[in-house]
């Protein structure tokens, strides 16, 4: 197993959390922090190695640009 660290990001690309998790791999690390980022935009790290870097999903852009009333 190995260690990976989930960055979530905001909108505008600043941190906001980061979680420590296990997989054996770099593809099922990428698709556990997916869900565990529900679509944020996020970084995806291996010690000092970036697996994989996503941006908001189209329905997060949407939210982010819908004006608050």
């Known amino acids: 197993m190995h260690t990976y660290r ?3 990001l905001d909108n505008e690309g600043r941190f906001e959390r980061c979680d420590e998790f296990a997989c054996p791999d770099d593809d099922l690390a ?3 922090a997916g869900v ?3 679509g ?3 970084e995806i790290w291996s010690e000092n190695r ?3 870097r996503t941006g908001p999903t189209e329905a997060a852009r949407a939210r982010a640009q819908t004006p608050l009333h």
Do not use: E, K, N, T
């Open 30 to 32: 990428i698709l556990r």
């Open 36 to 38: 565990m980022g529900a």
């Open 50 to 52: 970036l697996v994989a």
């Open 6 to 8: 989930l960055f979530l």
């Open 40 to 42: 944020a935009p996020l």
